[in-house]
């Protein structure tokens, strides 16, 4: 017996967890596959002109959902060619002819082809002639609203970053390489090493916040505050990813990081001095402790 499950799955959030629940157990020990699309699908059918930022690149997402106990991850390049087929087609092409599944499992708010015509009624309708069954999965309902990726990306985008991770059931999480930057950090007392992302992902607002910081080839997490932000009091206009680890020395350019977002701290704000500046970073540090309830190494 195997079990499909259909959707984008952007940030692989507990509303997606318990689609793949329900999608395993109904696999009942067979294989249990995933089909995704990519770009998502509301670029190509035009409802943002601009491409949503991942909550979950390619990589990660995949990752994520080997964990959920996927044994085969599909996407299928989303065009207007694809969004047009008619529910029927879309079925025998995409799902039946590869994956032969005896069951489908979708969210309940889940729809596919021509003028979103496959409801998850219309899919049992069609399932029937085929050879297999579709469960839809009900929303999950967490803190007074469903659990959505459009919902976890509004909370990032405003620097909810703590409320994101409810959502998630995990911290929400960057991750990059360390490059050289201007040293102003260094030059103030705290220095900090500039991320470059390894792939497009959506970065929470401009603001300080409290982070854990994972260092290639380790599985300890390090205290850390991460500025987002275009360093105002220095006349910067390009965005910075910045993070200061906490109790910590030595080179980190060239290493990768994964940092998790904890807690907003405070928004970037523009300085009349260096020294306020530095007084203001002073303050953060006591309080990014007291955030991710660390002490002092050493």
Do not use: C
Request: glycine share 12%.
């Amino acid at each position: 017996m195997s079990a499909v499950a259909v959707g984008v799955f952007d940030g692989v959030h507990l509303g997606h967890a318990a689609i793949l629940g329900r999608a395993r157990e109904r696999a009942a020990g067979g294989p249990l596959v995933v089909v995704s699309f990519d770009p998502h699908p509301d670029v190509v059918l035009r409802k943002t002109f601009e491409a949503p930022a991942p909550l979950t690149p390619y990589a990660e997402k995949r990752e994520r959902l080997l964990a959920h106990g996927v044994d085969r991850f599909e996407v299928l390049p989303f065009t207007r060619e694809l969004a047009a087929l008619e529910p029927e087609a879309f079925v025998d092409r995409h799902l039946v002819e590869p994956f032969h599944p005896r069951w489908l499992v979708v969210g309940e708010n889940f729809a596919l082809g021509r003028a979103r015509a496959g409801t998850p009624p219309r899919l049992a309708e069609i399932g029937r002639t085929r050879g297999f069954e579709v469960e839809a999965v009900p929303l999950l309902e967490m803190d007074g609203g469903p659990v959505t990726s459009t919902r976890i990306r509004g909370l990032i985008g405003e620097g909810h970053v703590a409320e994101a991770g409810r959502l998630l059931g995990r911290r929400y999480a960057l991750r990059g390489t360390v490059v050289r930057g201007e040293a102003i950090g260094r030059t103030l007392g705290y220095p900090t090493a500039n991320l470059r992302l390894h792939d497009e992902q959506l970065v929470p607002a401009l603001g300080i916040y409290a982070v854990w910081v994972i260092l290639e080839g380790e599985t300890e997490r390090r205290p850390g505050a991460m500025s987002v932000g275009v360093r105002p009091t220095f006349g910067g206009q390009v965005r910075t990813l910045e993070v200061f680890l906490l109790d910590w020395s030595g080179e980190l350019v060239g290493r990768s990081l994964t940092v998790e977002f904890a807690e907003w701290l405070r928004e970037e704000k523009r300085f009349e001095s260096r020294e306020a500046l530095i007084a203001a970073i002073e303050g953060d540090v006591p309080e990014t402790r007291r955030r991710l309830g660390t002490a002092s190494v050493g």
